[in-house]
């Protein structure tokens, strides 16, 4: 059973910074693409930041680049969103994704099969 769990939401102002990790259970952490996505009331889920299983490749939306670094520790089964100049169009929900076939970084949201329970960012002017 694969388990996410994030932490480190919270309220911010604009330009500030918070960072988001993402503990998960299960022994083949490492084999597995990971992806922060978040969703706003009233609208859709949208992918932030993916990470491929060794790191070295990372995809991120247009709005948040230059502004967020996702990174992982596979030693800690862990992966984190660093959030730097905050803005309050960043306000949503943040969920944590595992896609358990890593070969190729995707960054849909149907491609990704375990999720955790989302984390409250909100980000005042």
């Known amino acids: 059973q694969v388990q996410l769990v994030e932490s480190g939401g919270g309220l911010a102002q604009a330009g500030g910074s918070l960072r988001l990790s993402c503990a998960a259970s299960?022994?083949?952490?490492?084999?597995?693409?990971m992806g922060w996505f978040r969703q706003a009331p009233g609208k859709e889920r949208e992918y932030v930041a993916v990470?491929?299983?060794?790191?070295?490749?990372?995809y991120y939306t247009d709005s948040v680049k230059g502004r967020f670094t996702i990174s992982r520790d596979n030693a800690k089964n862990t992966v984190y969103l660093q959030m730097n100049s905050l803005k309050p169009e960043d306000t949503a929900v943040y969920y944590c994704?595992?896609?358990?076939?890593?070969?190729?970084?995707?960054?849909?949201?149907?491609?990704?099969?375990?999720w955790g329970q989302g984390t409250q960012v909100t980000v005042s002017s």
């Open positions: 994704a595992a896609d358990y076939d890593g070969t190729w970084l995707m960054v849909g949201v149907g491609e990704y099969d375990y």
């Open positions: 299960g022994r083949t952490f490492s084999s597995w693409a």
């Open positions: 990470i491929s299983w060794s790191g070295g490749s990372t």
